[in-house]
């Protein structure tokens, strides 16, 4: 993807600084979930809990923007500053993979197939939701011929 002037994306300092600055907060809101979401017996309740609101929310947001017009403009902005920015450090692979092999690990390897399948089929049904509830709001916004 390219801007305006034909330079790719992540070569701007300025797409790069919005994309880093939503990090932040998405890394901080992961944080203070993971502090208040209970885990169960040491289950990782709260890695999934994130990892699926954080597809539901990635799938409407895109759905969304997609619908609105081209990836240009505030649109641009909004996706690399929630999108790839705020959802992409709130979101987290690595945590789930490191879950999953303390569970096994700690010979819970049923709790440890329940989890990566909730994760996986879970993060696969938040997201098709997530496209729904975009695409919901856009035709409320907009009516039934857009």
Do not use: C
């Not at 890695?47 to 699926?52: A, E, G, P």
């Not at 879970?122 to 409320?140: C, E, P, S, V, Y």
């Amino acid at each position: 993807m390219t801007t305006e002037a034909g330079k790719p994306v992540h070569f701007h300092w300025g797409f790069i600084g919005i994309v880093a600055a939503g990090g932040v907060f998405g890394a901080l809101a992961r944080y203070g979930l993971g502090l208040v979401i209970p885990a169960p017996d040491a289950w990782p309740l709260p890695t999934l809990v994130i990892n699926l609101s954080g597809a539901l929310a990635l799938g409407a947001l895109l759905e969304g923007l997609s619908r609105r017009g081209p990836d240009v403009g505030s649109r641009r902005v909004l996706r690399l500053a929630l999108g790839t920015g705020f959802l992409g450090a709130y979101t987290t692979y690595s945590t789930l993979a490191v879950d999953a092999v303390r569970l096994f690990t700690a010979d819970a390897a049923p709790g440890a197939f329940g989890y990566l399948a909730a994760s996986l089929f879970g993060g696969a049904a938040a997201t098709i939701a997530g496209i729904w509830l975009g695409a919901w709001q856009h035709r409320r916004v907009s009516g039934p011929a857009s």
